[in-house]
C-alpha cells in the first residue's frame, strides 16, 4: 500500500515498505500566487511517495487543492507572473519542478499518462481517435505509422471497446461518454507510463457507466504495471481503486492512511464528516448527512485549525481557532492533523450520531 511520508505534511514509511525506492516523491510541495496585497496558498506543503504498483487517492471537497497539486507537480500550471511553485518532485530519481520545459513534456509523455474528467473537452474534435493515439505512440517511440495505427487497435480492444478496428476512424463526438473515457486511458497508456495520474475520471458518467470504466482503469493499470495518483471527491471511487488515501482541506493534508484505516476509523473531524455524507442503505433518513457551511475563500482562510468553523468537535476550543495542527501518528501508518484526533474515534458510527452531529 502507499505511504505519506514528511516533516511536515506527511508520515513516516512502515518498517516493511521502507526498503522499496518510491516512483514518486512529492516533498513540501506547495503553490503560491500574489492577489492584491495577500500571498495566496492554494496547495500547501503537501508531501507523499507513491512505489511502483501503488495506487494513492486523494480526496477532498472542491477547492481543497486535490488538482491543482497534480497540474503543479505536472508542471501544467499556467506560467504567470505571480505564480510560484516550491518544493521537490522527484520522479524516478528526475527532479520534475527544476526541468526546462522541453525536458518535463519528454519525460511525462512517455513516463507518466493523464486521465482528466471531460473527455469531450481533451481529446480533439477534429481528429479521429486512432490518429490521437497514434500521435502520442509516435511522438515517444521509433514505432512506424503502421505499427503505431495496430498499436492504436490494440490498446482500444484492451479496454473494452468493441469493433476497436472500425472505432478508430471514428470521431470523438461519435462516442458515448463512457466509449470517450475509455480512449482517455487508451491515450494515457498508450506509452506504458510508470505512472497514471486520474482526476476525476468518473465523475461524468452516470453509475453504471462508472463501475465500468472503474473496472477498465484497474484492468489497465494492472496490465502495464504502473503506479497511479486517483483525484476525486467520490469516496466510492477512492474506495474501489485507492491502496492509501490522502485527505484536503483548504490546501493542506490533513489526513492519511491505509484506505481501510481511513475508511472505518477516521481520526479527523473531516474525514468522519466526509464519510457521514455517504448514502448507505441500512440508513433510514429522509435527507442525506451534510457538513453545515463551505469551505474557506483563500483569502480568508481561518487561523489555527481551517476546518475549526465546520467541526462537530472543535467549535468551541480555543486553542482550534488559535493553534494550527501539525500532520502527526494516530495510528500505524496513520496520520491525523488534529488537536483533538483522539476524539474522533469515540464518535458512534453505527447509532446515527455521526449524522446528526455533522447535520446540525
Known amino acids: ?110 513516463q507518466v499518462g493523464v486521465i482528466f474528467q471531460d473527455p469531450l473537452t481533451s481529446l480533439n474534435p477534429v481528429l479521429t481517435v486512432g490518429r490521437q493515439i497514434t500521435e502520442v505512440i509516435q511522438a515517444h517511440t521509433q514505432r512506424t505509422r503502421q505499427e503505431a495505427q495496430q498499436g492504436a487497435i490494440e490498446l482500444l480492444e484492451l479496454v473494452g471497446i468493441p469493433q476497436p478496428d472500425a472505432r478508430v476512424r471514428q470521431y470523438p463526438h461519435e462516442l458515448s461518454g463512457g466509449l470517450r473515457q475509455r480512449v482517455m486511458i487508451a491515450i494515457a497508456i498508450a ?98 448527512a451534510s457538513i453545515p457551511g463551505r469551505p474557506p475563500e483563500l483569502t480568508a482562510i481561518p487561523s489555527g485549525c481551517p476546518f475549526h468553523p465546520r467541526c462537530p468537535l472543535g467549535a468551541d476550543k480555543t486553542i482550534c481557532a488559535e493553534e494550527t495542527p501539525q500532520l502527526r501518528p494516530v495510528g500505524d501508518s496513520h496520520h491525523a492533523a488534529c488537536h483533538f484526533a483522539e476524539a474522533v474515534i469515540q464518535l458512534d458510527h453505527a447509532n446515527g450520531e455521526r449524522e446528526a452531529a455533522v447535520a446540525k
Request: aromatic share 4%; glycine share 8%.
Open 191 to 288: 506509452n506504458r507510463p510508470k505512472l497514471l495520474i486520474a482526476d476525476e475520471a468518473t465523475t461524468a458518467l452516470d453509475v453504471t457507466i462508472q463501475a465500468q470504466v472503474i473496472d477498465v482503469f484497474r484492468e489497465a493499470k494492472t496490465e502495464i504495471g504502473a503506479a497511479a495518483i486517483v483525484i476525486s471527491h467520490d469516496l466510492g471511487v477512492i474506495a474501489e481503486l485507492a491502496d492509501h488515501v490522502l485527505v484536503m482541506y483548504a490546501g493542506r493534508v490533513i489526513e492519511s492512511g491505509p484506505v481501510d484505516v481511513i475508511f472505518n476509523a477516521p481520526r479527523h473531524p473531516y474525514t468522519w464528516a466526509l464519510l457521514a455524507c455517504r448514502p448507505r442503505l441500512e440508513a433510514r433518513t429522509e435527507r442525506l
Open 1 to 110: 500500500m502507499g505511504s505519506a511520508t514528511s516533516s511536515t505534511q506527511g508520515a513516516p514509511l512502515p518498517a516493511n515498505e521502507s526498503s522499496r525506492e518510491p516512483l514518486l516523491s512529492v516533498r513540501d510541495l506547495s503553490v503560491e500566487f500574489r492577489s492584491q496585497d495577500q500571498t495566496l496558498r492554494p496547495v500547501d506543503s503537501v508531501s507523499y511517495e507513491l512505489r511502483p504498483g501503488e495506487t494513492l487517492g486523494i480526496v477532498g471537497e472542491s477547492g481543497s487543492g486535490k488538482t491543482t497539486s497534480a497540474l503543479a507537480l505536472l508542471g501544467l500550471l499556467p506560467e504567470l507572473r505571480d505564480l510560484r511553485v516550491t518544493g521537490e518532485v522527484q520522479l524516478d530519481g528526475r527532479d520534475l519542478l527544476h526541468m526546462s520545459s522541453r525536458q518535463r513534456r519528454r519525460m511525462l509523455g512517455a
